[in-house]
């Protein structure tokens, strides 16, 4: 098992900038990729963007590209999203989910493919 706690989230203007966090605490050896998703009130999850755990191969969605970055230390088992020239439209909950070797699947922005997930941290962009 592998446990996720988020934090950073904050309400900021359009224009500035957050540093989200995730810390994984458990079994985190058995680590193959994290992602970060968000979802807004009435929306489907979407997935922002995903690491493989050891190579720090990341890809993003078309959306946040440029603008968002993940990252990891793998030291501190702690998972991080830059988030630079924010926009109302980023506005919603942020999550960020893992999986493992043997339960879940690595490469995708599916939500469906992460078993573990963290509770989640606000994010609201002001105009």
């Known amino acids: 098992q592998v446990q996720l706690v988020e934090s950073g989230g904050a309400s900021v203007q359009a224009g500035g900038s957050l540093r989200l966090s995730c810390a994984a605490s458990g079994y985190t050896r058995s680590t193959t990729c994290m992602g970060w998703f968000r979802q807004a009130p009435g929306k489907e999850r979407e997935g922002v963007a995903h690491i493989l755990w050891l190579s720090g191969s990341t890809r993003y969605a078309d959306s946040v590209k440029v603008r968002f970055t993940i990252s990891r230390d793998n030291a501190k088992n702690t998972l991080y999203l830059q988030m630079n020239s924010l926009k109302p439209e980023d506005t919603a909950m942020y999550y960020c989910?893992?999986?493992?070797?043997?339960?879940?699947?690595?490469?995708?922005?599916?939500?469906?493919?992460?078993?573990?997930w963290g509770q989640g941290t606000q994010v609201t962009v002001s105009s």
């Open positions: 989910a893992a999986a493992a070797y043997g339960n879940g699947k690595c490469g995708t922005l599916a939500a469906g493919d992460f078993p573990y």
